[in-house]
């Protein structure tokens, strides 16, 4: 830690006035304060400042670029003069404990309060993608874990709960969640997605924020727009889609998450669109995000996107143009810490920038900050961040969140009967348990975690719990503490990372020898190279890492010999193709990762001590090339035998998932046979239990539009809600279904609705869907110019 107080800048007269009377509306306190303001004031607020402590230990980056882009960076205490707008991961770049980094939050903040005269704090942010990004604390299930729980109330309290130990510790803003939709899971950051849905993406993103901001802290949507689909599926990769694409997949789950969710915060992307790069466009900043969908909130800017304006997209001649075009467009805070925008002021003098633009940007934050209550304190007094240093950032309730929803992303992808295998079945019998990730914990997180974030760049036992900092028990503790009474063998049998074979051939001795194999493989999070899968860890194909494929494959050929049943337990980050392993395994398994108490949720799964609820947020493919590959397509983007001798179909489509029980979907009733090009239809689902065990299914709604003036998807989901059934119990489902459901961004550019055919189909998944029924729009195209409706609301009787 460093020592603050030995760096402070100089302490300045302190300026009261409205801004700091409580009674007063938070515009006239914004400006009144604004109107105060010098120049140079005004700008400190566009500003952040990253504490880059250094560690000899430590090794690697934190952050795309870090010790290229930190070379201009300004000492703290020449930083805060006149003030400073954010401070960047003051618990999230090292492991501190919560009272050094108070320490350290509180002795940076009473600085910049002394260093300005109105005595503004900064806002402190940090990540939050799987919890708080923070030493020893709670790593819950990764976003695309989340996709798999089909499950929004669940994710509000989750995200709850993590906005609530933020605040507790001093941060007011949250770097998540990711609105991504995959477009090709050869990207890295496929794990920091919610799916390829974006229905799917809005409705579990936007109930993240509700439950982030509930608990006092700004959610920041991210990445905004279209980082996921970049070419090749590399990373800060051009995307070259077109404005249809954009708006009717990319942008939707944005517009929930600010239209229904009231977001506070948004980052851009670092990728450009068809050349044109988010951080310096005002189409994206200002068009769509404020003057279309009414946002109120700040724009911040990804790590060093303004600077790459510059060195990386070559739109700009230098840092100053670069910041003028960003801050022009609509990016309000240059993070993680100032650079080019420090050029700001002096840019207004020379009559390069309208003053009016800063502070359309200064009023947006310190609007934030006063609703915050950043400046309430009045003469005399001062303001400081609220902090319990006795909060446990890993509490036995969050631990049981956390279980809850790692319990709920386990998706069943086959099982031929062999599962699930009670306890007492297995007493008595040799279980072998193979694959290296079956030992591995850090294989249960994502990139953003902190034990793979931050503790992964340490030598290996310099923090507790095996160098991850919490309690997290493997999949193989997990299953010897659940099988005590079988006998547990273990072979990791081929590595994650490196392909090296020499462990297979015992793997498979034991597997021959055994009575039920378990099988895990998948994916060890990364950075930039160092993983399988994470920010800059992209790959050339959908193959299983390293030489797990060869590990199924031989483990498999041994169970054919010997009899024994093999359970494909994969642990990742992204879809792995399974074809040619899948059809041999007795059950297959699907964890994306699952966070601290993935393995036991993994060995309650495997038991029967609960039921297979997940769902794939994301298909499952066949073969590991052929990609981009996904169901939102045209015809042409389907199967086309006889055109193509390549087939997309997946091997496990979308919205696949089984349970241990079966579920009939026995009628598909619609409440009108027509309705008008703005009316409102029902569409009632029965389903029924006809299994011996309880079930959670996820009845899922899809639509087609078979005649349009452009080629639309075959398939969409309208709507999804969750069905309790015990055994024997048949329920109905019921979606309210608005026209702006069906409308899309027609030949002319404009989001329209149009009369004619829709087609409606209910079933478990987009592969499966047994029930059919038609509705006719009547009237004229409707033109959707302002708010639509963008949820299918449902109801369970």
């Not at 690697?60 to 930190?70: I, L, Q, R, T």
């Not at 036995?396 to 699930?420: F, I």
């Not at 169970?559 to 337990?569: D, M, N």
Request: hydrophobic share 40%.
């Amino acid at each position: 830690m460093s020592d603050v107080t030995t760096q402070n800048a100089p302490a300045v007269d302190r300026v009261t006035g409205p801004w700091n009377d409580v009674s007063l509306p938070v515009a006239e306190r914004v400006e009144a304060l604004l109107a105060q303001m010098t120049l140079e004031e005004k700008v400190s607020q566009l500003g952040s400042h990253w504490e880059m402590r250094e560690d000899t230990e430590a090794q690697g980056e934190v952050a795309p670029m870090e010790d290229a882009m930190s070379a201009g960076k300004l000492p703290f205490a020449q930083e805060i003069v006149d003030g400073e707008g954010q401070l960047t991961r003051t618990y999230g770049t090292v492991a501190v404990s919560v009272a050094d980094g108070a320490k350290d939050l509180r002795e940076r903040q009473a600085a910049i309060i002394s260093a300005n005269r109105f005595g503004i704090p900064a806002l402190a942010h940090e990540e939050c993608l799987t919890g708080f990004t923070a030493y020893q604390a709670t790593v819950y299930p990764t976003s695309l874990a989340w996709g798999a729980t089909f499950d929004p109330e669940l994710i509000e309290e989750m995200a709850a709960a993590i906005g609530r130990d933020m605040a507790a510790v001093g941060a007011q803003q949250g770097l998540s969640p990711v609105l991504d939709v995959v477009r090709d899971a050869r990207w890295g950051r496929v794990e920091e997605t919610i799916g390829e849905d974006p229905y799917v993406v809005g409705t579990l993103g936007t109930a993240y924020v509700k439950g982030l901001q509930s608990g006092g802290v700004i959610a920041t949507l991210k990445h905004f727009a279209g980082y996921a689909a970049s070419r090749a599926a590399r990373n800060h990769a051009p995307v070259h889609i077109g404005r249809r694409e954009l708006e009717d997949l990319i942008l939707a789950p944005f517009e929930m998450a600010v239209r229904e969710g009231r977001v506070g915060s948004v980052m851009n992307s670092y990728a450009d669109i068809d050349g044109e790069a988010p951080a310096a466009s005002p189409w994206l900043l200002t068009e769509v995000l404020r003057d279309r969908w009414g946002f109120t909130g700040t724009v911040v800017a990804d790590y060093w996107s303004v600077a790459f304006l510059e060195r990386m997209h070559r739109v700009a001649e230098d840092q100053a143009e670069a910041a003028r075009l960003a801050v022009t467009a609509g990016l309000d805070v240059e993070l993680p810490h100032t650079g080019g925008y420090r050029t700001l002021a002096q840019q207004v003098r020379d009559g390069h920038l309208e003053e009016a633009v800063i502070d359309r940007s200064v009023r947006r934050v310190l609007r934030q900050k006063v609703q915050l209550g950043m400046l309430d304190a009045g003469e005399g007094e001062s303001w400081e961040p609220q902090i319990d240093e006795a909060v446990d950032l890993d509490s036995a309730a969050n631990r049981a969140l956390a279980r809850r929803v790692a319990a709920r992303s386990l998706v069943l992808l086959k099982n031929d009967g062999v599962l699930p295998a009670p306890a007492e079945a297995l007493a008595g019998k040799r279980v072998a348990v193979i694959g290296a990730s079956a030992d591995e914990p850090r294989t249960m997180m994502g990139c953003y975690s902190f034990p793979n974030h931050v503790l992964a760049k340490y030598p290996a036992g310099t923090f507790p719990h095996q160098g991850i900092g919490v309690p997290m028990p493997s999949i193989l503790t997990a299953l010897r503490e659940t099988y005590d009474g079988a006998e547990i063998t273990y072979s990791p049998g081929a590595p994650i990372v490196e392909h090296d074979t020499s462990g297979i051939a015992d793997a498979a001795e034991q597997a021959a020898a055994a009575d039920l194999a378990v099988v895990t493989v998948g994916d060890l999070a990364g950075m930039f190279g160092a993983g399988t899968s994470g920010e800059g860890c992209d790959v050339e194909d959908l193959r299983l890492p390293g030489a797990q494929q060869e590990l199924v494959e031989a483990v498999l050929e041994a169970g054919e010999r010997s009899g024994t049943p093999v359970v494909l337990v994969v642990v990742s980050g992204r879809p792995y193709a399974l074809g040619g392993l899948a059809e041999r395994c007795a059950a297959v398994v699907q964890a994306f990762f699952p966070g601290e108490e993935g393995g036991p949720a993994l060995a309650s799964l495997l038991s029967g001590e609960i039921e297979p609820v997940g769902r794939l947020p994301i298909g499952v493919p066949v073969h590991p090339g052929g990609q981009p590959a996904g169901y939102l397509a045209a015809p042409l983007g389907q199967n086309s035998q006889g055109v193509s001798n390549l087939d997309p179909t997946p091997l496990y489509p979308f919205g696949h998932g089984l349970s241990y029980s079966r579920v009939e979907y026995r009628g598909l009733r619609l409440s009108a046979e027509e309705i008008a090009v703005d009316g409102t239809v029902e569409a009632t689902v029965t389903v029924a239990n006809t299994g011996d065990r309880p079930v959670d299914e996820v009845v899922q709604l899809y639509f087609g539009d078979p005649v349009a003036q452009v080629a639309r998807p075959v398939r969409q989901l309208l709507g999804y809600a969750r069905a309790v059934l015990q055994p024997g119990e048949t329920r109905e489902v019921s979606f309210q279904v608005h026209a702006d459901r069906f409308s899309f961004t027609g030949v002319e550019l404009r989001r329209i609705v149009e009369p004619g055919r829709i087609d409606f189909w209910a079933g478990p998944s987009v592969g499966d869907l047994p029930l059919e029924a038609t509705v006719r729009l009547s009237g004229e195209i409707r033109e959707i110019t302002g708010a639509r409706v963008l949820t299918t609301p449902a109801s369970v009787s």
